[in-house]
C-alpha cells in the first residue's frame, strides 16, 4: 500500500519519502522517467495520481521534518547522482540548499518530466521558486495545488515560464 523510496532533502541529507504505490512492483532496473513506467501504473493508481491523492502520506515526511509544504520535488538519489554529475544539469546543487516541498512552483506549472530536457526546464522552475521564495508565492502554489486536487487536473498552463506567467482574464 505505502511505497518507501530514498530521496534527497535539503543539504543532501537522505529520507525515506512516502507515497500511496501507484504501481506493480518491478524487479529489473527501470529508469525513473513516467513514460517508461506507464505500463505498470494501477487502475487506482492512476486516479490516485492525477488527483495527487498518492502524496498524501508525504505529510508524515513534512511532520518529521524531512519536507516542507512547499518547495522542489526531493528527486530519487539516483537522478540526483545523474543530474548532477553525469548530465551535469547546472546548478542543480543549489536544488538541495532548501527543504524539499510536497507541491512546488515546478509541479503546478509544468508537467511531468519524461526526458533530460524537461527536467532541465523543470529545474528552471526550481531556481525561480528558490530565488523568489515568500509567503505570496507559496500561497499561489499551494491554491493551485488544491485547484488540481479538486478538479483531478495538471498544471496550470503548458504556456507559463517561470518567470512570467500566464495571466488569466477576468
Known amino acids: 500500500m505505502l ?3 530514498e530521496r534527497l532533502g535539503r543539504r543532501g541529507k537522505p529520507f525515506s ?8 512492483p518491478v ?7 513516467r513514460g517508461d513506467n506507464a505500463n505498470r501504473v494501477t487502475r487506482v493508481g492512476r486516479l490516485l495520481s492525477r488527483c495527487r491523492l498518492d502524496e ?13 509544504l512547499v518547495g522542489p520535488r ?6 540526483v547522482e545523474q543530474f548532477q554529475f553525469k548530465e551535469k544539469i547546472e546548478c542543480y ?4 540548499l532548501v527543504r524539499p516541498g510536497i507541491t512546488g512552483w515546478a509541479q503546478v506549472r509544468y508537467k511531468y518530466a519524461d526526458n533530460l530536457e524537461e527536467e532541465r526546464e523543470k529545474m528552471r522552475y526550481d531556481l525561480y521558486y528558490i530565488k ?4 505570496k508565492l507559496d500561497v499561489r502554489i499551494v491554491l493551485s ?3 488540481a486536487v479538486m478538479h483531478g487536473s495538471g498544471v496550470e498552463s503548458a504556456e507559463a515560464s517561470p518567470e512570467r506567467p500566464v495571466r488569466r482574464a477576468a
Open 3 to 5: 511505497f518507501v523510496q
Open 17 to 24: 519519502l512516502l507515497k500511496f504505490r501507484t504501481m506493480h
Open 27 to 33: 524487479t529489473d532496473e527501470r529508469s525513473q522517467w
Open 56 to 68: 498524501l502520506p508525504q505529510l508524515v515526511n513534512l511532520l518529521r521534518g524531512d519536507m516542507d
Open 74 to 79: 526531493p528527486h530519487p538519489v539516483s537522478n
Open 93 to 96: 546543487a543549489l536544488r538541495l
Open 132 to 135: 523568489h521564495r515568500s509567503v
Open 145 to 147: 495545488t488544491l485547484r
